[in-house]
Structure formats: C-alpha cells, structure tokens
C-alpha cells in the first residue's frame, strides 16, 4: 500500500507541477535562511516580488517581516511549524550532498526560472556567507542572479557589462579565479588590463557617474555598496 501510495503521490508532482509553475508570476525573490534583510534595498526587493520562493527556515523569518512564501524548498528540517499552516506548496530536496542553496537554484532551472533575486541567503556566519558567494559564481552561466546582503548588492559578471550605479558609489571588483584580466571605465581609479591580485584585488573603488563598464577574461564578483 505504501509503494502505491508513494507512485500516486510522484505522479501527481510530476503532471501538476508544470501548470503551477506556469502560474508564477515574475519578478522571482529566492529567500534565504540566513541573515534577516534590515536595510530598505532588499526589503524592497522583497515586497515588489511577485513569487517569492523560500529557502526551508527561511519561510519563518520571512513570515515573521509580514510576508509570505509562494513555495519552500529543500528538505524542511528547518521549519518551525506544521507543513499545513504555511499554506503554500512544499516541494522536498533531499540531496545531502549539496547546500539547499544549491538545491533551490537547481530546482529554480529545471523549472525554467532563471533570473533571480537572492535575499537573505548572507550571514548569519562567515563560512555560510562564503559558500553563498561561491555558489553565485557557480551557476553565473546558468542564471542570472542579483545577491542582495544587507550592505550591498552583488552580482557575478564575465566579459563585457554595462552596470548602473551612482555618482560616488562605492564599489570593489574581486575575481572568482586565477589571472583574470580586468579593464573598468567610469570608475575614480580606472582599471586597465590588469590582474587584479590579493589581498587587495580591486576593492574599495567608486562610481563616477550613472553606470560604469567592465570587461573581464574570468568571473568577477562586483560588490556595489549601499548607501546609509
């Protein structure tokens, strides 16, 4: 009876799930169980989303700034609460050898999301914030994604982008890999052809005007720090 019950219940995923997706409505917010958004960017980032996607726990922090997930992900042994009372879809990732970081961004792919914003994944430790880092840098080619901490906005960028900013925001440049070749203008310090190195890559730079471009050989992290 189990083994019939467990076919019925596969089936019902894999026939409904396409038409629920189709039914999400852009702009996508992945919602993280990390540091809780205390700055106004990623809050309002939150609340002009129209589907927010939650990360496991991360649906009780975002219960608890008066919002509500469209869906959870991962593999709920973070939530506070009877699945039944979110009222929303719960779909189990059980994959133990990936973060429910890398879980969500897969699912997030399959299922034919691919621009998104990330809220509440930094913090709340150092080696959490890292990892999500990296795991930006990991799916650049396959999505794009928008970091939101709560002191700046991140995004991984390889080749050539043109990104908007603001007369005398600050901004660092930090590559992902080895001997990647950087050239920036629009910057107080422009960049030319150069191996951006540790420990100091190219942190701490600001913004001349409306936007600034950058043409890089490798990923980059480009960090663009908020105002107070």
């Known amino acids: 009876m189990n083994g019939i019950r467990t076919t019925l219940i ?4 894999i026939f409904t799930m396409p038409l629920y997706i189709s039914q999400l409505k852009g702009p996508f917010v992945l919602f993280g169980n990390g540091e809780i958004p205390i700055h106004n ?13 939650c990360i496991d726990g991360g649906a009780d922090k975002l219960v608890d700034l008066g919002l509500h997930p469209n ?9 506070s609460f009877a699945r039944e009372s979110y009222n929303c879809e719960l779909i189990n990732l059980m994959d ?16 034919g999301i691919t621009e998104l914003s990330l809220v509440g994944c930094s913090g709340e430790q150092d080696d959490h914030n890292m990892a999500a880092l990296w795991t930006v840098v990991s799916y650049y080619k396959k999505m794009k994604l928008i970091f939101y901490s709560n002191y700046s906005k991140i995004k991984c960028v390889k080749g050539d982008a043109k990104i908007g900013s603001f007369p005398g925001q600050t901004i660092s440049i930090i590559p992902a890999k ?3 070749e950087v050239n920036a203008d629009g910057l107080k310090y422009p960049i030319n052809k150069s191996i951006l190195e540790p420990p100091s890559f190219g942190t701490r730079n600001s913004v001349i005007g409306d936007h600034f471009s950058i043409q890089t050989t490798g990923p980059v992290w480009v960090f663009l720090n908020y105002t107070e």
């Open 71 to 79: 869906l959870i992900l991962g593999d709920m042994d973070s939530l």
């Open 96 to 111: 133990q050898s990936k973060t429910d970081l890398e879980k969500s961004l897969d699912w997030c792919c399959e299922n």
């Open 178 to 180: 080895d001997n990647v």
């Open 41 to 53: 960017i990623p809050i309002k980032i939150l609340k002009s989303a129209g589907t927010i996607l």
């Open 10 to 13: 596969l089936h019902f995923v």
